[in-house]
């Protein structure tokens, strides 16, 4: 669809189907494979001794049998009496593992469904507990079952002087003080670093440490703190934690904050976080995750926001911002839902108090994208969210216009989450992202391709949604975000499906390692039903299977901007490699940038913000030099202009005028 070249807000994906036929190949993807842990803010030292032992004759590699051998009487077991499973437990941790009754203290006795009495135990030093040691005890009959045993049998420092660590103001003369606790606590866990840190000692006072006092864990804490980004007070207890055959003296905190309760424990010495934890649990998304494609190429995943959501970025995580939590599909940067024929269809996606959204898991093999309109709005909101939380590392922020409806008082204008629209009905075999200036509402709307039976849902070939995000970044940071009419210009708006093009398939597609600079990588396969996507050629350096170049623009062929796309994305795709041909590829979400991929990413966001209103391929690859030059003294310089080169965009390249140049610099020309 040809665009008028005033008509910036308005940024389709247009279907094309010409191009080379090429392999098709299965992609799961790395990224399918993340544990929850790989982002969760946690930090769980791993004690000497853990051990969980069940006693013969439960030994349940046995079986059945070794039961009927004992003791099972045939009537109903009476449950043991709470304090008989005490007394039974005492004795066991103090004749048989050798634990004076006041190294440890007994917090729980609980009854299972099959009689069993479970008594749990933690263990004390000098009268404060060690977090993570623990014994659990499990008694039936008035006999041990099984035990789990973390107890600590390292050597044990001597006792600490707690009065002369830290006085009652909570300032300190030989350690860190409880404030500075909190500071490493939150740096931790990236949350916002406080400005107000009001320590206070509660009354009435806990002046000894003894074992009486610190034998209960919900005695009064030794300390309090007030701060800003603490929902609640923090209450601060000193305790050990063991890590490997050392113990460490801490403070123990916890944070409350919208979206986390942190239990973290920070050494009173080094300020440094010894263990954390986090007691909130995180918000589940069943998506084809960022990295895998589309439903082709791999497996839906439950993804655990603890291992999504980049806390810099959304400090209050996808369902909130100040003053207000969602448990649907809407928070501080996306608010996604259906737009469906079917009204009905076309709600919030409610994921309940435990923000669970996997009861929407669509299912693709065998149903129509009508079934699964709830499952769409989960992926959109899951992938503009990661769009958002990846690109803010790189600099799209409060201050250069992103989408938030709070900037925390960060800068730039709020009041502009995405609103995003999911199997949007009023098009088709396309999707659009509309960008207005900084403080306006930018909507983006995926449509549903009618290319194959049944439809496919864009939201699922996952470099369309990205592709139209970063639409928004181009329009956003091109000019300034106070100005929407800087990728105007035919091949400036031409230049915005380029980046766009290329920005879904480095979040996607090209961190897969066995992909090179020669493999041929379509767009969209999944939505055109054909392995060779929506673009007339594949990416690829192969310039025998892309020739795109510079001079194509002059030609009648290329007076359309996704063609022109297409040139430019070709050029960048030949800069990205000779970054990541050279340093690697990366976590792109990390923004590393001895990363290839991460520093590529850096200077085409760096270069957009550089670039003037309304650039040309030229002014646009000498923002992106400029940015190498700024950021790096020069060190890209050549990787960059072989790369732009290559594709008719050399030294003598003139703006506006379509011809070759293959030229470079002299000192670039060698090698
Ligand atoms: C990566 O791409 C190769 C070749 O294109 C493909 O065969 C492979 O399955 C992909 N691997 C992953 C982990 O995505
Ligand atoms: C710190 O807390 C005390 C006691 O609650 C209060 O009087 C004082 O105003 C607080 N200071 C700040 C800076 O919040
Ligand atoms: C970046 O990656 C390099 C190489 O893998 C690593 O040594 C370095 O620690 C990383 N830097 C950060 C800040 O993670
Ligand atoms: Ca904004
Ligand atoms: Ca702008």
Redesign the pocket.
């Known amino acids: 669809m040809p665009m008028s070249p005033t008509s910036t807000h308005h940024r389709p994906l247009a279907a094309l189907f010409l191009g080379a036929l090429m392999a098709f190949h299965a992609i799961p993807h790395a990224h399918a494979a993340q544990s929850d842990m790989d982002g969760r803010r946690a930090k769980v030292p791993t004690p000497a001794v853990k051990t969980f032992t069940i006693l013969p004759p439960f030994d349940t590699t046995v079986g059945p049998s070794a039961l009927t051998a004992m003791t099972v009487p045939a009537r109903q077991p009476k449950v043991d009496s709470q304090d008989a499973a005490r007394a039974v437990a005492t004795a066991y941790l103090t004749e048989t593992l050798g634990f004076p009754a006041s190294e440890f203290v007994i917090k729980n006795v609980v009854t299972t469904s099959s009689g069993v009495t479970a008594v749990y135990a933690r263990q004390l030093v000098h009268g404060l507990e060690v977090v993570n040691a623990d014994v659990n005890i499990n008694i039936k009959n008035g006999q041990i079952v099984a035990f789990g045993d973390s107890f600590y049998r390292g050597t044990r420092p001597s006792q600490p002087d707690l009065a002369a660590l830290s006085d009652t103001a909570g300032s300190t003369t030989t350690g860190k003080s409880p404030a500075d606790a909190l500071k490493a606590l939150a740096s931790f866990v990236g949350a916002l670093t406080p400005t107000?840190v009001?320590v206070?000692v509660p009354t009435p006072m806990t002046t000894s440490i003894g074992s009486d006092a610190a034998s209960d864990w919900h005695a009064a804490p030794v300390f309090e703190i007030?701060s800003e980004i603490a929902e609640a007070p923090v209450p601060v207890r000193y305790a050990y934690v063991q890590t490997g055959n050392n113990l460490q003296l801490v403070y123990s905190l916890q944070l409350q904050q919208t979206m986390h309760w942190y239990h973290g424990h920070v050494n009173v010495q080094t300020g440094e976080v010894e263990a954390v934890n986090d007691w909130a649990s995180a918000a589940r998304y069943p998506v084809i995750p960022v990295g895998e494609q589309s439903p082709e190429k791999g497996p839906l995943v439950i993804v655990d926001s603890a291992a999504v959501v980049l806390t810099n970025a959304s400090p209050n995580g996808w369902h909130a911002y100040t003053g207000q939590t969602f448990t649907t599909t809407r928070g501080n940067n996306v608010i996604a839902h259906p737009n469906t024929p079917e009204e009905n269809d076309n709600g919030f996606p409610d994921g309940g108090a435990d923000l669970d959204f996997t009861p929407f898991a669509p299912v693709f093999a065998t149903a129509n994208p009508k079934d699964y309109a709830a499952g769409s709005a989960v992926e959109l909101f899951y992938l503009m969210n990661v769009a958002h939380d990846l690109c803010y590392q790189y600099g799209f922020d409060e201050a250069s216009g992103n989408f938030q409806v709070d900037n925390y008082g960060k800068g730039g204008i709020g009041g502009d989450a995405i609103l995003a629209l999911s199997q949007d009905s009023t098009g088709k075999n396309n999707a659009v992202f509309m960008t207005p200036i900084d403080g306006e509402q930018p909507k983006v709307q995926m449509f549903l391709f009618d290319l194959t039976t049944p439809n496919r849902d864009s939201d699922f070939d996952l470099v369309i949604p990205h592709h139209e995000f970063f639409h928004g970044v181009s329009n956003r940071l091109t000019g300034g975000p106070a100005n929407s009419d800087c990728l105007s210009t035919q091949e400036a708006a031409g230049m915005g499906e380029g980046w766009s093009d290329m920005f879904a398939l480095a979040i996607n597609v090209l961190d897969n390692k066995s992909i090179t600079r020669n493999t041929a990588t379509p767009l969209a396969a999944y939505v055109a039903g054909s392995p060779s996507g929506l673009r007339t050629y594949p990416y690829t350096s192969d310039m025998t299977v892309n020739p795109s170049t510079y001079s194509l623009l002059g030609t009648n062929a290329y007076q359309e901007v996704h063609k022109i796309g297409e040139v430019w994305a070709s050029m960048l795709w030949e800069v990205y490699w000779n970054l990541v041909d050279t340093y690697g590829c990366g976590p792109i979400e990390q923004a590393n940038l001895t990363d290839g991929n991460a520093m590529w990413l850096q200077l085409v966001m760096d270069g957009l913000k550089s670039q003037p209103c309304n650039p040309n391929m030229v002014t646009a690859r000498n923002a992106i030099l400029l940015a190498d030059l700024l950021l790096t003294g020069g060190a890209n310089n050549c990787l960059i202009w072989r790369g732009f080169a290559k594709r008719g965009l050399g030294t003598a390249a003139v703006g506006g005028v379509h011809q070759d140049s293959f030229l470079v610099p002299a000192q670039c020309a060698l090698q």
């Open positions: 107000i009001n206070t007030a």
